[in-house]
């Protein structure tokens, strides 16, 4: 489980050239297989050896032209409550707004770690003039350019320095499953409805589960633990639907998970907050399972469940293959289902396939269907291997591996999830030298 940074500022001050610039290179391994990049305003990025998630708030909020300060003072508040640390950037261009010390002003009480970030710093006089933020009354800064990265080196030293040690959490050997969704999409009246007893509250009013992560369940005859979507200390002041809020909140839930019940209302489908949550999952390379919940609701016939299906389905694209289960957390509906559906996923995503099965079963395959050549060079796939990773990663041997392109591999990808079963959990492809 990584530490969470949170990258906060007025919009155009430069904060997702600096976010692209400190996840790019890392993001173009992770999606090398898919192909995709999906939400832009959330990536990992490691300095030092140190793992750290970042989460560029400004991509958070809507109209982003012009943006009204009580918006980015949700942010603030959010990010205050949620990340283990603050980038606070601001523009050297501009120089100190009014907007700037505001947020100055919350940031001054923290006790998390704060960093003021001066951007745009890009020559001698502008670093003379980065100054001026002293009066924010934050102390030191960093100046930085993050059009070309210079200064950002200095910056991560301090930043992931600074993180707290994440000790890693004592794994019983039990399946870790968290429960994610937009807020009011039933995740607590679906845990309710599974442990039969009200330890949850749940209500009306966005945002009410309460705090609590890995509880140990014994339940269907499956052991299992569940990840609440914890870190809730919810204020008062913030109850609208925030996607960054419900973003912020699942990202601490998903990276302690080994499978994500993603819970979605049927009522309103698989809208851009559900798919930036799935992605999330995706992308930290856990399973999922999702969980259409209320289908109480939903006035159906004989091909409502089908249809429903392949609409989501096609936003998945190019994962497809996950399971959706349909559920009411009311009346109880296939709730065991789920359940047992997220225990096969979790054995789905521990298998270990032997070296000769691997090789049995996709050799000849790849035989009848070799890779393209590539500037009128062939590129032969000598023997596959399974990695000892915690989730399944498979190791392409071949003269040439960087010949081999997307295409290919989600075809190679294809036929491991045709021969083995890795329903619901995200596979990587790689090739390698030989
Ligand atoms: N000169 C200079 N310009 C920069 C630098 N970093 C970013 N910019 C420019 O500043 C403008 C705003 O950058 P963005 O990264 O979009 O700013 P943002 O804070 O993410 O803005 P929002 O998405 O509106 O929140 C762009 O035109 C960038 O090219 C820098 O180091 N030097
Ligand atoms: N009809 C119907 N209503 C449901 C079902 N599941 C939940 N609800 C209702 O939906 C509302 C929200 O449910 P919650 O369980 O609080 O949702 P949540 O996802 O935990 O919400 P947050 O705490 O905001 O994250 C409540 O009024 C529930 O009674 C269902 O399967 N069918």
Known sequence: MSNIVAIVGRPNVGKSTFFNRLIQRRE???????????????????????EFSLIDTGGYVLGSDDVFEAEIDKQVELAIDEADAIIFMVDVENGVTGMDEDVA??????????????????????????????????????????????????????????????????EDELPRFAVVGRPNAGKSSFINALIGEDRYIVTDIAGTTRDSIDTKYN?????????????????????????????????????????????????????????????????????????????????????????????????????????????????????????????????????????????????????????????AKFVKIKYIMQLPTPQPQFAFFCNLPQYVKDPYKRFLENKLREHFDFNGVPISVYMRKK
Not at 38 to 47: L, M, Q
Request: proline share 3%.
């Open 28 to 50: 173009a391994i992770v999606d090398a297989v898919s192909g995709v990049t999906r939400d832009r305003h959330y990536g990992k990025s490691d300095w030092n050896g140190k």
């Open 105 to 170: 002003n919350l940031l001054r009480k923290v006790s998390k770690p704060v960093f003021l970030v001066v951007n745009k710093v890009d020559n001698a006089k502008r670093s003379e003039d980065a100054v001026e933020f002293y009066s924010l009354g934050l102390g030191e800064y960093y100046s930085v350019a993050s059009i070309n990265g210079s200064g950002t080196g200095e910056l991560l030293d301090a930043l992931v320095e600074a993180l707290p040690e994440k000790e890693e959490v004592v």
């Open 219 to 375: 339940r269907f005859g499956f052991e299992f633990n569940l990840v609440d979507t914890a870190g809730i200390r919810r204020k008062s002041k913030v109850k609208e639907d925030l996607e960054f809020y419900s973003v912020m909140r699942s990202v601490r839930a998903i990276e302690h998970a080994d499978v994500c019940l993603l819970v979605l209302d049927a009522t309103r489908g698989f809208d851009g907050q559900v798919q930036n949550i799935f992605w999330l999952a995706e992308r930290n390379r856990k399973g999922i399972v999702i969980l259409v919940n209320k289908w109480d609701l939903v006035e159906k016939d004989h091909k409502s469940m089908k249809e429903y299906e392949k609409a989501i389905k096609q936003q998945m694209e190019p994962f497809v293959d996950v399971p959706i289960i349909f559920i009411s957390a009311l009346t109880k509906q296939r709730i065991f289902k789920a359940i047992e559906t997220a225990v096969e996923v979790y054995k789905n995503r521990s298998k270990k396939i032997k070296t000769s099965k691997l090789n049995d079963v996709l050799l000849p395959i790849i035989e009848n269907y070799p890779p393209p050549a590539y500037k």
